[in-house]
């Protein structure tokens, strides 16, 4: 069964520090795992897109790096800034659907 | 450029009430598709289409009908709402599912159904 799998479900840290959230997948065939942030009440918004060929993508202070061959992602954020508290969901594309099968979300809160 | 517009943000029905909820994007997307997100649960596709009058089901249809008139709308029917529809509801639109193909959500209906 295709499944996304994240981990913690949920992280404190304070501000300025760094954190990194893991994702699990059987997805099979893959095409592509991407990263989103979601602020409580909005819609999920993109951080990263990885296909199959790529193994690290950034943007900005957030870095999201992808083994293909364990099926694992991790999205690293670096200097947290209070304004990271949001869940990130991982979410992975098998080819020839057209189906995003979702993670359940890693909630972040920064603290001052 | 407004992107993925769904409307409206919060709905009470009774149960047994019918509904739409309406998602407009501007963007000339070909996929559109319909998810509702619990406590607890990764968001799930309820139905999904891949350009117009191309519509299919997704993990949890049962309750839920689509239609896909136009690339721009995509409106989510309830037939009879039941307690177990109360949940958020996002729709989102892409070009395709592959590649690096960005995908855009709207800003989510929260519906209550009592």
């Known amino acids: 069964k295709n499944q996304v799998e994240q981990s913690p479900q949920s992280l404190i840290i304070l501000e300025g520090k760094n954190c990194t959230l893991q994702c699990n997948y059987t997805v099979s065939p893959f095409s592509n795992l991407r990263w989103y942030k979601q602020d409580t009440g909005r819609g999920p918004v993109s951080l990263t897109i990885m296909t199959f060929s790529e193994n690290t993508k950034s943007n900005g202070r957030y870095t999201a790096t992808l083994d293909a061959d364990t099926k694992q992602s991790s999205l690293h954020i670096t200097a947290s800034q209070l304004s990271d508290s949001a869940s990130y969901i991982c979410?992975?594309?098998?080819?020839?659907?057209?189906?995003?099968?979702f993670g359940t979300g890693t909630r972040l809160k920064v603290l001052a | 450029n407004a992107g993925v517009t769904q409307t409206p943000k919060f709905q009470v029905l009774k149960t047994g009430q019918s509904m739409t909820l309406q998602c407009a994007q501007d963007m000339n997307h070909e996929y559109m598709s319909w998810y509702r997100q619990d406590p607890g649960m990764g968001l799930r596709l309820i139905h999904y289409s891949v350009g117009a009058g191309i519509t299919d089901q997704g993990e949890v249809p049962n309750g839920y009908n689509v239609s896909r008139s136009t690339t721009e709308d995509f409106p989510l029917r309830l037939l009879s709402a039941a307690p177990s529809q109360t949940s958020v509801y996002f729709c989102?639109?892409?070009?395709?599912?592959?590649?690096?193909?960005?995908?855009?959500f709207g800003q989510g209906t929260r519906l209550t159904v009592v």
């Open positions: 979410v992975v594309t098998s080819s020839g659907t057209y189906k995003y099968i």
């Open positions: 989102a639109s892409s070009y395709s599912t592959g590649g690096e193909t960005e995908a855009f």
